[in-house]
């Protein structure tokens, strides 16, 4: 067996693995209900403002999509993506 994998087996062996991947979960968890979750609602706020300003320059279905479709859509998906971050922390706790 090769040092590495004597120092690596020993390492896991001290580690509570499973303590520090339910961790690094609620880590990641709380941080995509604070900062990730406000990073995507600006990005699609952003996507969505422009897909507004372009659409009186469409016609036909590419005017309803730039319009109405995109736009909700996004603010739907964020919405779902909310929801289910705010139970997923709650869950955790």
């Avoid at 590419?62 to 603010?75: F, H």
Wanted: glycine fraction near 8%; include cysteine.
């Amino acid at each position: 067996m090769s040092k590495w994998v004597e120092i690596r087996d020993s390492l896991l062996g001290a580690m509570q693995v499973k303590d520090v991947g339910n961790k690094v979960k609620e880590d990641f968890i709380s941080w995509l209900t604070t900062e990730g979750i406000e990073f995507a609602q600006s990005f699609a706020d952003e996507v969505a403002k422009e897909c507004k300003h372009d659409a009186p320059n469409e016609t036909g279905w590419c005017k309803i999509r730039d319009g109405v479709v995109l736009p909700v859509a996004l603010n739907v998906g964020i919405y779902i993506l909310r929801t289910v971050l705010t139970k997923a922390a709650a869950e955790g706790k």
